[in-house]
Antibody, heavy 117, light 110 residues
Framework: QVTLRESGPALVKPTQTLTLTCTFS??????????VSWIRQPPGKALEWLVR???????YYSTSLKTRLTISKDTSKNQVVLTMTNMDPVDTATYYC?????????WGQGTLVTVSS | QSALTQPASVSGSPGQSLTISCTGT?????????VSWYQQHPGKAPKLMIY???NRPSGVSNRFSGSKSGNTASLTISGLQAEDEADYYC??????????FGGGTKLTVL
């Protein structure tokens, strides 16, 4: 049974760095072909793909956000960590982690991050 | 990196069929058969409904089908039911090895 769960702060201040952790089970990121992506959704708005990390540690970033994002994995802990620097109120969104590269077949429940002073 | 283009809203009566389009470019939708579709009910995480243009994951109703022509993909829902009322998003893998989503379509069952 595949599950993913996001964790991190619900509130961050402008200019701060956000760190979110995706803890998963039911698959291993050391298995060839496995990938985990981060996707966000501002309230009432569309999904936006942010970044992906692959089993071989290759990383792919959204062009518009690549200067602010960092993704890493800890295979032994079944975790993927996302950091986003210089947070702004427009970054207020529900952040999801999901398994997959060309399709996202399992999603976490999402974590709402509000950026406000 | 602009989003894929979807109609903002569609509506239909129970039992009818309707189609949601998703238009991209030759660098995403047109480049690969890696288009997927997601259903999202309010307050819930998205659910994969179609992958690789026309494949249904186990457990998804065969009322949902997908297709693609050139740079435009489509999701068709037949025999519309009240439970189908939700937001629908398309997604495509891109030539940069990244992904992108459409702007979303709100489906209303009249």
């Amino acid at each position: 049974q595949v599950t993913l769960r996001e964790s991190g702060p619900a509130l961050v201040k402008p200019t701060q760095t956000l760190t979110l952790t995706c803890t998963f089970s039911g698959f291993s990121l050391s298995t060839t072909g496995m990938c985990v992506s981060w996707i966000r959704q501002p309230p009432g708005k569309a999904l936006e793909w942010l970044v992906r990390i692959d089993w071989d540690d290759d990383k792919y970033y959204s062009t518009s956000l690549k200067t602010r994002l960092t993704i890493s994995k800890d295979t032994s802990k079944n975790q993927v960590v996302l950091t986003m620097t210089n947070m702004d109120p427009v970054d207020t969104a529900t952040y999801y982690c999901a398994r997959g590269r060309s399709r996202f077949d399992y999603w976490g429940q999402g974590t709402l991050v509000t950026v406000s002073s | 990196q602009s989003a894929l283009t979807q109609p903002a809203s569609v509506s239909g009566s129970p039992g009818q069929s309707l189609t949601i389009s998703c238009t991209g470019t030759s660098s995403d939708v047109g480049a690969y058969n890696y288009v997927s579709w997601y259903q999202q009910h309010p307050g819930k995480a998205p659910k994969l409904m179609i992958y690789e243009v026309s494949n249904r994951p186990s457990g998804v109703s065969n009322r949902f089908s997908g297709s693609k022509s050139g740079n435009t993909a489509s999701l068709t829902i037949s025999g519309l039911q009240a439970e189908d009322e939700a937001d629908y998003y398309c997604s495509s893998y891109t030539s940069n090895s990244t992904s992108k989503f459409g702007g979303g379509t709100k489906l209303t069952v009249l």
